[in-house]
């Protein structure tokens, strides 16, 4: 079977983000592959190991943002595609999810398409709705589990995660499916997985290329800003006993009016 | 200007989402301000009884489509019904709470209604006739204010934000039938099964969240069991840790919570990772047991009202974030803080 996983760079989460002159800064942080995609990656790898076929990473991004592609090539996928315009600067999620269908489109024949929950910069977890919506295609959010994969039958059936705990769904192929972290844990990149990786080359292809002209953004953020810091006057509570700490503590939390 | 505001309520099988109300509430006060309408939109099976409970809840008009094709969730046939609701009612903003299902369903909305949305919205301003929105982003370690240059506006806002109104059971108001057309058989998707968590208070909820550590494991009065091997010993001796925190989480009826750590050495399941990774919440108060305090944890609790962390090490960075802060072992403070807490909640 054919899959696509869609991958996004994103700045390291041990990273402490500040805004300087309205601008977001993560630093010297390092860049990485969002890491929820990695569970995305994994998936599409297993997928294609069991059911024969091949991973492309297709990431949508700014030229040079190349470390989230780097990364799912080093984990093993056959090909890559980066989509890359200067028109797309300050798209919204409407937007970039019908240029990433687009870009599916053009790349043909896929039977599923695969993304990480969310991605830890943005944090909306809206691309996997909507690239679906847009393709017409059925949408598989937070999928925990593939119970049942058949590319030659074009069915699937996976377990979803929802806060009350899980279904089990059917569904028809081609489909996108959001993996969550209680998949399994994404394998490390071996040394020759990230040889091949640096060596790789792969299509850059613009709007043009993918024959439409930039999608209307409707949202736009005109203010970015650091969260005010509240002053926090931490009061070290102190004992002989741990039952008269608990008791500090507790005197304090009925002060404090929090009991 | 007159604001018409559609409100989706998210239920599961029938039973809301208390932050569904939530909504309403925001949507009824935006609407009353300008004299518009707020509208609740139920979609479902047999659930009749939600679409009174929003009249309860501050609707002036419930729109509701009650259809064996839109049991359960498959976001498709939702979907389509939502767009049927805005175009029926045409209003200037939908609400939806940032559930799994509102999140979705936002953005599909804002596909079919060629419109963007603005998700896990925490604060709304107006400048003018134009909503300004507020949301947390790298996991609130920065926030932005957004803005929506379209109609519907569609936000998704973050649960607890916004305040729950009081149901006034005397309130009146007009349920409209949606007609909606949906082809069941059109429908790719089916349910096979439904795996229900057991009953516990969900972190996104929760007024009040009790989360641990690496620390849970690391209590030098136990020894494990002879027979495991080191792995299964340190998983053991985690689920003690655990057990104590749960202990006190149940006195407070709160949820359990825990930081990437103890999720990643397999202590506990992932749903209750707290973190830039996990889920971000911001309870009334934050008991973190054995935690350290890494920037991805903060991020996920750090708005939390009042913070109490117990650790053995005096330096751990959880300690710049607490109101209280007890440096010593989680293992036997625990036991007499929970004894105490039962105590004063039945005097």
Redesign the interface.
Known sequence: MKIIVCVKQVPDTAAAMTVEDGVISWGDAQLIINPWDEYAVEAALNLVADQGGDVTALCLGKEGETEAIKHALAMGADTAVMVSDPALKGSDNVASSRVLAAAIQKIGEADLVLFGQQSVDTDTGLLPSQVARVLGWPSLTLVSKFESVSGDDGKIQVLRTMEEGGQVVDSSLPAVVSVTKDYAEPRYPSFMGIRKASKAEYPIWSLADLGIEAPTSSVSWPEVMEPEQREIVTEMLSGDTPEEMAQNLVDKLIAEKVL | MTKKILAYIDH?QGKE?PSSWEGLGLASAIAGDSGGEAAALVLGDGVGNLAEAAVHYGADRVYLADDPILK?????PL?DAVKQAAESFQPDLILFPS???G??????A???L???????VIALDWSGDEIIATR???????????????TPQIITFRTRAFDKPEPDSGRSGEVTKLDVSLDGGAV??????????EEGV?L?DASVIVSGGRGVALNPNLEAPGDLDEEAADIWKAEQGFALVKELADVLGAAVGASRAAVDAGYI???H?VG??GK?VSP??YVACGISG???HLAGMR?S????AINKDADAPI???????????MH??L???T???KT??SS
């Open positions: 599961f989402q359960d969730f498959r976001p498709e979907a559930t799994t299902r999140r979705s369903l936002a953005g599909m804002a596909i079919d060629n419109t963007g949305v603005m998700v896990d947390p982003i790298y996991a609130g370690k920065l926030l932005a204010n957004l803005v929506c240059s379209s790719a998707t089916s349910i096979v099964s439904i795996q229900e968590k969900s996104s399941p992932y749903d990772q830039q990774t971000v009334d108060l890494a920037i991805q708005s009202k009042v913070i109490v300690f710049n974030f607490a109101r209280f802060g007890l440096v010593g072992d036997a403070i036991p007499p803080l004894e105490k807490i004063y909640l």
